[in-house]
Structures are given as C-alpha cells and as structure tokens.
C-alpha cells in the first residue's frame, strides 16, 4: 500500500519494490509475533488484547528488555511478570525468529545462514569475525531491483521487502547463535521488579562480544525499503535493547540520491556507498542505477550526508574488476572525483569473488595493490578488503542460489524416482 510517508517509488528495474506495510505479521495461530517491534508498538498490541494503558506501558517496558536485552523468547522465563501474566502473553503472542534452512561455517570463521520468512521467502545474513569486531551482514529485502552487474542478488528478481521483524530478527538470531545473550541477574533498574530471580546466576555483562557491528549490506537496497530498514535499526540501537551505537551501524546505498539525506537524519548511521566506477560509461554498465543518478549528483549527496566527517568517513566499496575499472587512470580519476566533492572519504577495495555465469574475472593482486598505492598517495586510505567466506559462498546471493539449484536437483530426483515407481 502507497501512503504519503511512504512513497513508492519509481525506479529502474524489472519489478519496483512492494512494500509490505504490515509491522506486525499476522499468524495462523491468531498470535502476534512481538518481533522487531519498537517499545510503543509492544504497548499498542498491549492494549488491544486488553490491558489496561498504565499497565501496558509498564509491560511494554519489561517485555522490551527481555525481548532485546536478553534475548528471552519464553515468556515463562520473563521473571518479574507475574505469572498469570506470562500465560495470559503466551495464549496472545510470540517471540519468533526466522527459520534457518542452512548455517554453514568458513575455514576463517564466516558463517553464513540462508534464512526462511513465514511465506517461505529466503534471504542470507553473513558473520564476519575480525580480530578487533565481529560484523554481521543484513538483508533489506528478499532478492534486489538494481541488477548491479557484479552482483549475484542482482541476477535474482525482487521478491518483496523485509519487515522490520525480520531485519532485527537476523540480528537476534545472530545473537543466539553466537550464543551472547546475557545470564543472570539483570540488575539496575529493573531489578527492583524481579520476582524470582535465580540470586546465584553470574552478573550480566555486556563485555567482550563477538557481534559487534551491523552493516545493512546483504541483499537488497535498503534505502528502498527506507522505512522498514529505519524501524529495525532504530530497534537495534535502543539503549535499552540491542543497544548498538549508532557508530557501529552502517547502511550501504547503491546510490539512491534522494534519500540519502533522510537517511542521515532520520537513522544518522555511517554511510557506505558502492561506488565501483568512476566514469559514466562503466558505472552505468556495474551499477545500473547510475542512469538515474549519475556519479557527480552521487557525491554531492555524499558531501551532503549529515554527520559526515573526518571522524566519520563515508565508506567508498569499489570491486576490482580485471581490465573494467582497475586502471592506474581510474585511480587516478577517484583520488580527483573525491577530492573535488572534499568527501572525508575511505575507499574499500573489493577482489571481485566470481560467481557461475559471471562474465567478470577478479583483477590481479598486483593490479589492486598499485590501485591502492595511487589513492593512498593521494592522501584516501584504500585497504584491500580481504576476501572471505569463499569455502561457503559468502557472497552476497550465493547461499540462496545453491539452495534453490539443489532443491530444483531435489525436485529431479523425486520426479525421476516418482517416474520409475510409475514405471
Ligand atoms: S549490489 Fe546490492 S543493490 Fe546491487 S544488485 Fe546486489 S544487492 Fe542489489
């Protein structure tokens, strides 16, 4: 549905995008998946089951903590409410999660997972640990418009937008499985409530996590499921949940120059934009949204973006592809581009990873090391991303595409086996 604050807009692509604008999705079991709602949202279905405004408010508040705090999905466990309370929420709502179809784990330590909607739509989040962090990769939509020519989302059509539910949800699973949940006792505030706590659980700490930043880079363009993406990170970085900084929550744009400004104000996280190209011709062939908003109108809203600055830099993605945009003059061309639109800028060097049909090949390592030579001489800092999660697949879109080819080898083989019990 097309509301005011929710413009559909036109964009390039064979299907736009469908906006899903439910934020709470509805169960066969009458249930109301609590999910990804905000504060005010878990009070609002409050009230309509029947409590009472003061006490939905204070529930609300409770339920949030244990939801995003704590990671609890049984409202059994949700020790300081009362216990007919805690049936009362069972027979009403759940706490959910996407189904994991597939978790797999890298030589280097990337877990991948292909996760499953409630309509059976597929989308992948990736873990990455680094020494220093642990960042998770997030889908915004199930496949993606923008046919980026080096991407393997972009050979899939869009199926639709995810939900703020399912956006945190990839967050929370993330959290279950690296198992970083807090223990215990709750402490501070909400102590004073608890009812009966187990005194001898060790304290919560929030100490030495592995998940320790989010980037909106998975599949699909978040900032064409603008609302939804602003939801769920808004959730991801209450202060009283998931508690995020807003300095470790990136969203990465192809480009869709007329919302990057609402993007800074409205969600104000860190800005990467998949650039890859630096001439028109090029960049119209990689990223094809570049017909609508050309490199130059790009970077002015770059320069534009609120809360840009040398403390915090716009990210610049580039994919080195051999012999398409790797040259010492493309280089060249970036350090002028950046330097003309004084972007307080950082360049991440991407080794294009192939993919079956690609038509692209990796440039050589010799190639991407001169190219991140020229930029850093030109004062922008240009690391090589180092390749990951190649044993599994982690590119984005590569995970659901094997899927779907198995389970269409699958679907060969019942046929075959169907065929020779008929025969
Ligand atoms: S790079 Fe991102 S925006 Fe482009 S096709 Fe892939 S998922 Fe879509």
């Known amino acids: 549905m097309q509301t005011a604050a929710n413009p559909l807009m036109p964009i390039p692509g064979a299907i736009d995008p469908v906006p899903v604008p439910r934020a709470v999705t509805p169960r066969e079991d009458g249930r109301v998946d609590l999910l990804g709602l905000a504060r005010d949202q878990i009070r609002a279905v409050l009230e309509s089951a029947g409590l009472e405004p003061k006490q939905a408010k204070l529930r609300a508040k409770q339920l949030f903590h244990w939801l995003y705090h704590r990671g609890e999905t049984d409202f059994e466990k949700m020790t300081d409410l009362a216990k007919p309370l805690r049936g009362w929420m069972a ?30 739509q597929d989308y992948e989040m990736v873990f990455i640990p680094d020494a220093d962090r642990g960042t998770l990769c997030v889908s915004s939509q199930v496949g993606c418009t923008l046919n980026c020519r080096f991407c393997h989302t972009g050979t899939m059509r869009l199926v639709r937008n995810l939900t703020p539910g399912e956006i945190v949800g990839q967050v929370m699973l993330a959290r279950d499985a690296l198992g970083e949940w807090p223990k215990g006792n709750m402490g501070g505030s ?59 929550v990136t969203l990465s744009t192809s ?41 130059e109108e790009l970077l002015q809203a770059c320069a534009d973006y609120p809360g840009a600055n040398n403390a915090r830099r716009i990210t610049f ?66 690391p090589v991303r180092t390749p990951r999660g190649r044993d599994i697949m982690a590119a984005c879109g590569q995970l659901k595409s094997a899927s779907e080819k198995k389970s269409r080898a699958e679907l060969d083989r019942l046929a075959a086996e169907k065929q020779a019990a008929l025969g």
């Open 317 to 382: 993605e580039y994919v080195m592809i051999k012999n398409k945009n790797d040259s010492d003059a493309d280089a060249h061309e970036l350090v002028r581009l950046l330097r003309q639109f004084r972007l307080p800028a950082k360049v991440n060097l991407i080794p294009f990873n192939p993919w079956p049909g690609t038509d692209y090949e990796c440039s050589t390592p010799e190639r991407i090391r001169r190219f991140s030579d020229i930029v850093f001489e030109g004062g922008i800092s240009a």
């Open 91 to 120: 027979e009403r709502f759940i706490v959910g999660r996407p189904q994991v179809v597939e978790a797999q784990v890298s030589s280097d330590g990337t877990r991948k997972w292909l996760l499953r909607s409630d309509d059976g």
């Open 190 to 248: 909400m102590a004073s409530t608890i009812e009966d706590e187990d005194d001898d659980a060790p304290q919560y700490t929030a100490d030495g996590r592995m998940l320790t930043n989010i980037v909106m880079m998975g599949m699909g363009e978040p900032l064409y499921n603008f609302d939804h993406v602003r939801d769920a990170l808004k959730v991801v970085m209450d202060g009283d949940g998931l508690a995020l900084s807003k300095r470790r």
């Open 255 to 295: 480009g869709v120059v007329p919302m990057m400004a609402r993007a800074g104000e409205e969600i104000g996280v860190n800005l990467a934009v998949s650039l890859h190209a630096v001439t028109k011709d090029v960049r119209d062939e990689l990223v094809p949204l570049n017909r609508k908003y050309g490199i």
